[in-house]
């Protein structure tokens, strides 16, 4: 059994979850996971780890995280994302780039976030998602997390655009809320893209149609070394 890693460029509509059963289908093989999950409406860097590579996943789950979040201001969703229902609406303050890019430093640092009650943290047994889809929500306990920068790439139209380095376990659907709050309105995420994960970013990535439709020993040639894994460890 060979034993490796690949990385996935996710894209929208398919859970982490997906992904790793589609590999395993591809692989006819079990003992496939993957470094840290992203929402179904996000997509980019998805590290997958396969065979004795396993072993490594709390250590790339442990890596820095980089995204690029693109932010509407004035309303608010239920799951914190544009795939939930608008539950609030607020207007948004005149500000100008150079404002928000302000307000934006403010985050870099420690802050502690509650998890969203549509995640995938689990409480008794289930995921907050399962309690909030059974009208029955549950608060997450709360996490420290760090982020390590956070800029401003455009703003116009109630939409702004960042991009952000955060430690493992950062909510950006809580930060956006967040933001959204200090801008004096409401918010949600309106698309997000992971673009690296350690030292693996979205040049290294394989598409999941080439996923679905390579040649499997193509996939077996494709995973990269175990000892790959140990970089993370630097540079998380």
Do not use: N
């Not at 003992?31 to 409406?41: E, F, M, S, V």
Request: glycine share 8%.
């Amino acid at each position: 059994m060979k034993d490796g890693m690949l990385i996935v460029d996710k894209p929208q509509g398919l859970t982490s979850h997906d992904v790793v059963q589609l590999l395993r289908r591809r692989l006819g093989l079990r003992r496939i996971g993957h470094a840290g999950t992203l929402d179904p409406i996000a997509t980019g860097v998805l590290v997958l780890l396969i065979g004795r590579a396993t072993k490594h996943q709390q250590a790339c789950q442990a890596s820095r995280k980089v995204y690029e979040a693109v932010i509407q201001l004035g309303s608010r969703t239920d799951t914190g994302d544009a795939w939930g229902a608008v539950v609030q609406t607020a207007p948004v303050p005149a500000w100008d780039s150079a404002q928000v890019a302000r307000v934006l430093d403010t985050f870099v640092g420690p802050m502690t976030q509650v998890p969203p009650a549509f995640s995938a943290v689990k409480v008794r047994g289930r995921p907050l998602y399962w309690w909030a889809r059974h009208g029955t929500p549950v608060v997450g306990r709360s996490r420290t997390v760090e982020i390590f920068a956070c800029g401003l790439l455009a703003y116009a139209q109630e939409r702004l655009t960042c991009r952000l380095e955060c430690s493992s376990g950062t909510y950006v659907r809580t930060l956006a809320e967040e933001l959204a709050g200090r801008l004096g309105t409401v918010g949600h995420v309106k698309a997000l893209v992971r673009l690296a994960v350690g030292p693996w970013d979205l040049r290294q990535a394989h598409a999941v149609p080439w996923l679905a439709d390579a040649p499997v020993e193509e996939l077996w040639a494709a995973l990269r070394p175990i000892e790959a894994a140990d970089a993370a460890d630097h540079r998380a």
